[in-house]
């Protein structure tokens, strides 16, 4: 029987496979994103015949176990997910894998979304997901995402719980609610080195009790310049303006200075543009990093190093 079902599976990948690969080698430029075909994307089969059917969905590998399931969206009065059904994971260790049949490509970012649902009445935990290399499942690529569904309920702990219940939401806006501790997409850019392998998207459930998830997607586009926050080819002070404007605050977009794509505008982003600005830091007024409490002795420290380095590759420029 799985022997009959993985063959059925290579046929179904053949023609969207070939047919992303050649989309993705002629992107060209900025940011165009390729949506890749994930088969059974929104977990519709096996059929949970209005109610709940005990059983992985079709077209996932991995480790499930015997507590996976697929439920009715309408039956438990859920609302917001992708057509009639959504997936839950049960067991501890629970993880689901597909490999999409196309290899990781250079210089291309790899982002990952999905949806999710704290049922009313239920103890829910933390669900995670993003790719793979189909020659190291088990190795996290990039920015992990994940959700945390238990997190919704406002007596939680966490700060973000806003008890919004039944409805299914994905991690890219779960992320831009209040400190962004609900949820986060997965980001994987490769460089100018990709893993060798296939592109394998995963689901996990990390800790807790059962998660609901939903519509899992994956979009492909050439990797923007690192630091250069308004995508216009170049890392200067126009980036850095937008960093400073919104420095601590929550974002929704990389041009209001948010080049991590975490929701927020912080260290990390000033991090990488300073790291990519081609020119010395003298000048410049950083009193909007003071006063924060995250890396005290970085502020210190790593503000006479950026000088330094600064210095170091605009002399190493100008002899060239
Ligand atoms: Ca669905
Ligand atoms: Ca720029
Ligand atoms: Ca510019
Ligand atoms: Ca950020």
């Keep these: 029987m799985t022997i009959r079902f993985e063959r ?9 496979a070939v047919a992303v690969a050649l989309c993705v080698s002629m992107l060209a430029g900025k940011s165009a994103a390729v949506s890749v075909p994930i088969t059974n994307y929104s977990f519709e089969t096996p059929s949970a015949a209005g ?21 009715d969206i309408a039956a438990v009065g859920m609302s917001g997910g992708d057509g009639l059904q959504y997936l839950g994971l049960d067991n501890d ?7 999409l049949g196309v290899p990781f490509q250079a210089g291309m970012t790899y982002r990952v979304d999905l949806a ?12 995670e997901f993003g790719v ?36 299914f939401r994905d991690a ?15 980001k994987f850019s490769t460089g100018s080195t990709p893993p060798t392998g296939n592109v394998v998207v ?19 586009s050439p990797s923007l310049l690192a630091g250069d926050v ?57 009193a909007f990093l003071q006063g924060v409490p995250e890396p005290a002795s970085w502020t210190l420290c790593g503000l006479a190093l950026s000088v330094a380095c600064g210095y170091r590759r605009f002399a190493g420029r100008r002899r060239n």
């Design 8 to 16: 059925k599976q290579m046929k179904t990948f053949v023609a969207p």
């Design 51 to 71: 109610t709940y059917v005990l059983a992985p969905p079709d077209g996932w590998g991995g480790n499930p176990g015997a507590n996976i399931f697929i439920e």
């Design 93 to 99: 260790g629970a993880y689901i894998t597909q490999d």
């Design 116 to 127: 999710s649902a704290h049922r009313s009445g239920f103890t829910h935990g933390i669900a």
């Design 132 to 167: 793979y290399s189909s020659n190291a499942i088990g190795t996290d690529l990039g920015t992990v995402g994940f959700m945390d569904l238990q997190g919704v309920w406002s007596g939680s702990g966490n700060p973000d719980g806003d008890d919004m219940y039944d409805v």
């Design 172 to 186: 890219s806006v779960l992320q831009t609610i209040g400190s962004g501790a609900l949820g986060r997409t997965s």
């Design 202 to 220: 995963y689901i996990r459930k990390a800790s807790g009790a059962r998660v609901n998830l939903d519509n899992i997607r994956l979009d492909v």
């Design 230 to 286: 308004d995508d216009d080819g170049d890392v200067d002070l126009d980036d850095f303006n937008a960093i400073r404007d919104h420095f601590r605050t929550s974002v929704a977009a990389r041009n209001l200075g948010d080049l991590t794509e975490d929701g927020r505008v912080g260290f990390d982003d000033f991090r990488e543009w300073k790291n990519n600005y081609p020119f010395p830091l003298t000048g410049l007024n950083l």
